[in-house]
């Protein structure tokens, strides 16, 4: 009798599971003969719009910034779909792009209308392979968040002609 | 018979490949390419929208060929640049994104783009 409940509740519960959110990790995948891998990815994020800029906000113009992720395989025959002896490395995800965009420019509070592509380079079968994360947005800077000194201000937006 | 000869030698391990290539999937030998991952776009209330407002058209592609190579740029970055010219009082809005595929002669070449539609408005 309870695995019947157990059941029936099953049932009832599959439909809101299959609308629950889900990431999609972009990140380099393990392989069978892995001797090293410290690899980060992007996975989501909610980026802000024009509307969701605090009050008071001083656009900076485009920023942008990327990180990757590398992979070395080796093949262990003369194979295309060969085994692999494969060391993977890097750190693509949002937080180290953040992290340099803020580096070059001291003031930035935020980042809004975020465009995120991946940047996929292979060569030779994939036994090099590097999938970079990179980011174009517009920053933002608060009236309190001044550089600090001897930091280099951002550039004013550059308008094209 | 010594030109059938002499391109067979060529032919031969240029085909094997083609062929290795071909069942292993596309792009392996060399692979550059830029795809979209992740946007989110303005809409009408984050700029000052009018009826006026200019629609725009745009797109950006990546191309594959003889199933070895495979290059170009579908970004969002891409295929959003170059649509405005005043940045600091112009943004583009409301969006939409496509991705539209063309293939010729079983896949040897194909080409894969983002097409996007959207409205240019006032900051």
Known sequence: ?????????????????????????RIISLKTLTVFYHVTGPLSTLPMTRRDLPPGAVDLGEVGG?????????????SLQATTI??????????????????????????????????????????????????????YALPGSA??????????PAAKK | MKFVRRWGLVAAPALLVLGAAFLNGC?????????PYSYRAETPADVQAAPSDPTVHSRACEYYLFYLFNWGDAGYAKVMSGL???????????????????????????RECTVMTARVGHI
């Not at chain 1, 009798?1 to 990790?25: D, E, K």
């Not at chain 1, 990327?66 to 003369?78: D, L």
């Not at chain 1, 340099?100 to 809004?112: E, M, N, V």
Request: net charge positive.
């Open chain 1, 1 to 25: 009798m309870i695995f019947l409940w157990g059941l029936a509740a099953c049932l009832v519960a599959r439909p809101a599971a299959a609308q629950t959110y889900m990431a999609h990790p």
């Open chain 1, 66 to 78: 990327r990180s990757c992720q590398r992979e070395v395989n080796i093949p262990t025959s003369a």
């Open chain 1, 86 to 139: 494969t060391a993977a490395e890097g750190n693509g995800s949002y937080g180290k792009i953040l992290a340099k965009i803020r580096k070059k420019h001291p003031d930035l509070a935020g980042i809004y209308d975020v465009k995120t592509d991946i940047h996929n380079f292979s060569v030779f079968f994939g036994v090099y392979t590097s999938a970079c994360t990179q980011i174009l947005a517009r920053g």
């Open chain 1, 147 to 156: 550089p600090k000194p001897g930091a280099p201000a951002s550039p004013a």
């Open chain 2, 27 to 35: 792009g392996e030998f060399y692979t550059n390419t830029i795809d």
């Open chain 2, 84 to 110: 405005v010219k005043d940045e600091a009082h112009y943004m583009i809005y409301d969006p939409k994104f496509d991705q539209t595929y063309q293939s010729w002669l079983l896949g040897l070449y194909i």
